[in-house]
């Protein structure tokens, strides 16, 4: 599957002639529009006239804000004609990018970015057809890097989804770079598929929210398990209160932005522990709970709203 990957991403690369301008929307919260009725900032084969969508905007089911994107596997005779062999006939795939079809193929897949980033985090559910798996994938590229005047893929990480989950879970892509670290991208391309590439199956469905970037040398290495911790008030204004429940071996708790920047540290002392935030600028952040040996225990999301 990541030679696949690796041969989808490259053979596309190189032969754009230039990556999609604007930053994706990762939380789906802003209203499909445009050709096809993408999310902003993504494409699919909802880009062809009169085919059934694959990707649709879903006000039910989601994990934050209200709406997620849902891609589910359909079959589209001519899919893999009209875009240049980049989507099979058969499949439930949505990529970073624009696709413009026949008669006059145009390809731009990608992003701007220039960070160096180790795992993307997302929260995912899953509905497979039969023992079909999905995935998300992100593949940091740099212009001419291997002298090819073209774009080189550096950086490849992808998390597989299978069996039903009928819940929204976290995962990461974990992203391996096969450059020195002083290499940094200048593109990245990221894919979200309801469906194994080589054998897709027709009505497989996976629900896609809240991507954020990780942060460099977090340790994080597939799937975290989230345990019922409880966060009160959530929103929060000045303080709030973590009742760490089970988790007996936390021992620090990191807060971080959207982005997945580090904002905020604490050490645990107690099964319940208050902290400040008042500092904090209004908005979404997310929480990791550690142990003494840095291991991720749990983690989950804090609104401030002052």
């Known amino acids: 599957m990541k030679k696949l990957l690796l041969t989808l991403f490259t053979g596309t690369l190189f032969t754009m002639s230039a990556f999609a301008q604007g930053q994706p929307d990762f939380g789906f919260e802003i209203p499909f529009g445009g050709l096809g009725t993408n999310p902003q900032g993504w494409t699919s084969a909802n880009i062809l006239a009169g085919t059934p969508p694959i990707v649709k905007e879903d006000t039910v089911i989601w994990h934050w804000g209200s709406k997620s994107a849902n891609i589910k596997t359909k079959s589209i ?135 954020k970037w990780g942060t460099i040398n977090t340790g994080i290495v597939e799937a975290i398990k989230n345990e019922s911790i409880k966060i009160t008030p959530n929103p929060a204004n000045e303080f709030v209160t973590i009742d760490f429940g089970s988790i007996s071996k936390a021992k620090e708790i990191e807060i971080l932005d959207v982005n997945g920047k580090l904002v905020e540290s604490f050490g645990v002392n107690s099964k319940i522990e208050t902290f400040g935030v008042g500092h904090l600028a209004n908005g979404l952040y997310f929480y990791t709970v550690r142990d003494k040996n840095a291991a991720v225990l749990s983690s989950g999301k804090i609104t401030v709203k002052h």
């Open 77 to 211: 005779p001519g899919l893999s004609s009209n875009t240049g062999g980049l989507v099979p006939d058969v499949s439930g795939l949505m990529l970073t990018g624009s696709i413009i079809p026949f008669p006059a193929v145009s390809i731009k897949l990608g992003f701007p970015y220039s960070n160096r980033k180790d795992s993307l985090a997302f929260f995912v559910r899953y509905a497979p057809v039969n023992s079909d798996s999905g995935f998300v994938s992100v593949a940091m590229t740099k212009f001419n890097y291997n002298g090819t005047n073209k774009r080189d893929t550096i950086g490849l990480g992808i998390a597989y989804v299978s069996g039903t989950i009928n819940e929204f879970t976290l995962k990461y892509a974990v992203i391996n770079y096969t450059v020195p670290t002083n290499v940094i991208p200048d593109t990245c391309v990221i894919a979200v598929s309801s469906s194994d590439l080589v054998n897709a199956q027709v009505g497989s469905s996976l629900w896609i929210d809240d991507l």
